[in-house]
């Protein structure tokens, strides 16, 4: 995390100072922006599809794969077929929009689009231009609604229901716009969407994150032996929920290293620890098979959503005509 971003999270200093000018030139910026769309002087673009969008109001890592991989889980349990089209933050392929297969790597996809297809092996289609990707899910798969992993900041692209997700530790941080502070959109973008949760804390819209067994990143096997110290290793927005987990599990940390989220690993990162064990996050792990040694594990996680959060979204499913007779 770079001096910057650390600024985010502490009291006021002559870090987030200096950066004011530049967040009052953004939030007027993106304040226009918005207000285009919403005097339907811009327009959005046409998809026949139903597009739910999982996004944040804030930059840095707030929870919303897990979200995503249950919303995928739910919508398919009540029989909809469903695709996700994400940005690909971190990866570069040679043309857009790109199919997700097990043929493509984070590389190509990024990290977070490999963890969801490696997961759901569902329809996915990354890329910088989101219509493209939609109409590339729609030109080849027929679906009953699309997920939109990110992009609630896109107005360009139609939504029929928005999930903001909000880190409940970190929350909104000294609540200031980028770049002195970690806001995309001020705290009032909350009141029109559809549902907030928290990921962790203890509202009734939040989801909490269930650990799994450890896996073995180089075949994704369960780990057979316990596990009892290892350095933890992690390139995500908040390492130190992490770190908590594997703690939890009464793993010896050896050390804690961070990475910028969404980092490319080389093997070369990992010299410095010989041979010795090492855990990381899922994200990291899909980015990290091709050289893993045997004892590297990952910690795959969960969201287990309250039954206000469930409720609340199989109301709007119907009432978006999405899910009739649910």
């Known amino acids: 995390m770079s001096k910057i ?3 985010w999270y502490k009291p006021f200093g002559l870090i987030t100072l200096l950066l004011l000018p530049l967040s009052a030139l ?3 910026v993106s304040t226009f922006r918005k207000y285009l769309y919403s005097a339907k002087i811009l327009k959005p673009f046409k998809c026949k599809t139903p597009i739910i969008v999982v996004g ?12 995503v ?9 009540q029989g909809l077929s469903v695709g996700i089209i994400s940005r690909g933050y971190g990866g570069k392929a040679d043309n857009y929009p790109l199919l997700v297969t ?11 689009p490999v963890l969801l297809y490696h997961r759901l092996k569902c329809p996915i289609a990354v890329g910088p231009n989101r219509e493209h990707n939609i109409d590339l899910l729609e030109n080849n798969y027929k679906l009953d609604v699309i997920i939109s992993d990110d992009g609630m900041q896109h ?4 939504r029929s229901i928005e999930c903001c997700i909000v880190d409940s530790e970190r929350r909104f941080g000294n609540g200031f716009a980028m770049p002195a502070g970690p806001l995309r959109e001020t705290t009032k973008r909350l009141q029109s969407v559809d549902m907030v949760v928290e990921n962790g804390g203890e509202t009734d819209n939040s989801y909490v994150l269930q650990v799994s067994n450890l896996r073995l990143v180089n075949s994704n096997d369960y780990a057979k032996n316990h596990v009892s110290e290892a350095h933890a290793i992690s390139a995500i927005g908040n390492p130190k929920r992490f770190e908590n987990s594997l703690e939890a599990r009464n793993i010896k940390l050896l050390s804690t290293h961070h990475f910028r989220d969404h980092y490319a690993y080389a093997a070369d990162d ?3 620890f010989g041979d010795d064990c090492i855990i990381m996050t899922e994200k990291d792990a899909v980015k990290c098979q091709s050289f893993a040694k045997p004892n590297w594990y990952y910690l795959p996680v969960d969201a287990q959503p309250t039954d206000n959060v ?17």
């Not at 944040?56 to 979200?67: C, D, E, H």
């Not at 469930?310 to 649910?326: A, D, F, S, Y």
């Open 56 to 67: 944040n109001i804030s930059v840095g890592g707030n929870g919303k794969t897990p979200f």
């Open 270 to 272: 990992f010299a410095q």
């Open 310 to 326: 469930i409720n609340t979204l199989n109301l709007l499913l119907k009432e978006k005509g999405i899910l009739n007779g649910l």
């Open 102 to 112: 097990g043929l493509v790597d984070a590389q190509q996809a990024g990290d977070e």
């Open 5 to 7: 971003e650390q600024s």
């Open 69 to 77: 991989l249950w919303l995928y889980e739910h919508l398919t349990q």
């Open 26 to 28: 953004f939030w007027v």
């Open 155 to 158: 107005y360009k692209m139609p």
